[in-house]
């Protein structure tokens, strides 16, 4: 298997973000300090770029933006150029490698996550994210929507008003075998001052849970742990082909913590891990798996504060979000 193409997760070669993205780049580095992240791999930025020269999407990508630079309405370039993306047929081999990949975490049956991981910060892609798929087919199908997701209407709006050369954007995807949290549960996790936060609910975390539980640790031999039950009365699970939806929770769920002691000190420890690896404070994403009650890194990403700023009309400090 060309490995230009395709990089599995736990890969050495698999931390570099030009290569696999900074999603995926983040994950690996994490994974080799021994932190359990799904098992999976990345379909490269050189698989993209490989896409969009076979299936000469260049011409199509400057066509419409010069359209665009003419008045045409933004939303209708960036849909136009995303058509011709899932339009497009992906290279053979392209599509072959990405099968054979799929058919080692288990082939048809197995259920697997497929988002983007795009390679540059700046890129305000649109997270495309597809759930629960469990074939070949849906697999290389989200690959190519992903690689698509890089002409969002925001990206594109924001490239033109940086001035970057679009076709020199790039994105890489992540295909990963599914955790259950919808029928576990699942939450975040970030360190603040002396400190780890952390919020858990019943469920998926997607769309943010409501009334979580939240929970304060100070790490150390005798962790200081300080415990708040959220109300969780609504709980996100799949819906098979459907995608997902709310549910309520039951009243043993609502009255019981998420976490226990143990868990949250391994999240606690997940986070301190994470801020020194990175040289920065990082919020990550994580889920417990229902039906083998394992935890798992899903996700880390750079803590981003609210901003602070002072009133001119008052003398008291107001919070902008």
Sequence with gaps: MSMNRIVWIQDE?????????????????????????????????????????????????????RGYRAGRDLVAVGAAIRTAFCDAPLPPV???????????????????????????????????????????????????????????????????????????????????????S???????????????????????????AEEPDQYSIHPGARPMIVRHRGGKRIKTVYAGLRGTHAVPTTPAERSALVLSDDELQVLAQWSLTADTMFERRMELDWARDGESGRLYLIEARPLVFPAISISTTRDVPVLQR
Excluded at 193 to 206: C, E, K, N
């Design 94 to 180: 392209l599509g072959d490698e990405i099968l054979a990949a799929y058919e080692e975490l288990g082939g048809d049956g197995t259920e697997v996550a497929v988002r983007c991981s795009p390679v540059a910060p700046v890129e305000e892609v649109r997270d495309e994210l597809f759930l629960h798929l469990n074939s070949g087919a849906a697999v290389v199908a989200a690959c190519r929507r992903c690689f698509a997701a890089l002409f969002g209407d925001v990206a594109v709006g924001n490239r033109e008003l940086r001035g970057p050369d679009h076709l020199a954007a790039a994105t890489a995807v992540t295909v990963q075998q599914m955790v259950r």
């Design 13 to 65: 070669s698999s931390t570099d973000p030009e290569q696999v993205g900074l999603k995926n780049s983040r994950l690996a580095a994490l994974s080799r300090e021994g932190l359990p992240v799904p098992s999976g791999f990345a379909v490269t930025a050189a698989s993209y770029r490989e896409f969009v020269d076979a299936a000469r999407l260049g011409p199509v990508i400057e066509q419409e933006l």
């Design 182 to 208: 919808d029928r576990g549960a699942s939450g975040t996790v970030h360190g603040e001052s002396t400190f780890v936060r952390i919020q858990a609910a019943w469920g998926l975390g997607q769309p943010a």
